[in-house]
């Protein structure tokens, strides 16, 4: 087998049952490999220590999650890659937000006209949900007493229930409330 054709292998692989985003990711980390493999129709049994020092050498400028995705892909077709190590990553450090910050905020967003940022940052915050999630549901997963996230618009693919805390029951209320009027969709589809 070939460079170029173990790494195609090892996309597909890699990529059943994920989410599109995470094909898409996965190519990228494909199309690093053939782009800085010196000949991908190199034999993969050939493949040295040596090839393998000097093909990191080419890819040491990428991030450390992008490099730890290529040393992966690379462990798992490359007999000459077993001594590759992975980058840390670092995680950056951010500033917790209090609670006198966090109502001046909500304050802020509540001024302007003609926008209901407060009602969504209200929602995010008391639901925990992602963007793309909140984005992706539908008036049919708010039950009574908790949010039902459905398996498919979750991140991780698990579905997983919401409890209703801190006021969300009036948030939720009031989304419905501005749904219900032509032209202020929200984060929450109509069926």
């Given amino acids: 087998m070939k460079v170029y054709q173990a790494v195609e292998q090892w996309r597909g692989l890699a990529s059943i049952g994920k989410k599109p985003r995470t094909k898409h990711y996965h190519a990228e980390i494909a199309g690093i490999i053939r782009k800085n493999w010196p000949d991908s129709g190199q034999a993969v049994a050939t493949i040295t220590p040596a090839d393998v020092t000097a093909f990191v050498v080419r890819i040491a ?48 967003c509540d001024k302007g006209e003609r926008t209901h940022a407060g009602l969504i940052v209200r ?19 708010v039950q009574p ?36 009027r032509p032209g202020l969709g929200f984060c929450l589809k109509r069926v």
């Fill in 145 to 180: 007493d908790c949010i039902y996230v459905p398996g498919q618009i979750a991140k991780n693919g698990k579905p997983r229930r919401i409890p209703f805390v801190n006021g969300i029951a009036d948030v939720l209320a009031r989304l419905r409330a501005l749904d219900a």
């Fill in 123 to 141: 929602f995010l915050a008391h639901t925990g949900l992602r963007i793309n999630e909140a984005r992706q549901l539908r008036w049919t997963d």
């Fill in 61 to 108: 400028h990428y991030s450390a999650p992008r490099f730890n995705a290529v040393v992966s892909a690379l462990k798992s077709f490359a007999p000459g890659a077993s001594h590759l190590k992975r980058r840390p990553v670092k995680v950056k450090e951010r500033a917790e937000i209090n609670q006198l910050a966090f109502n001046r905020l909500l304050v802020e």
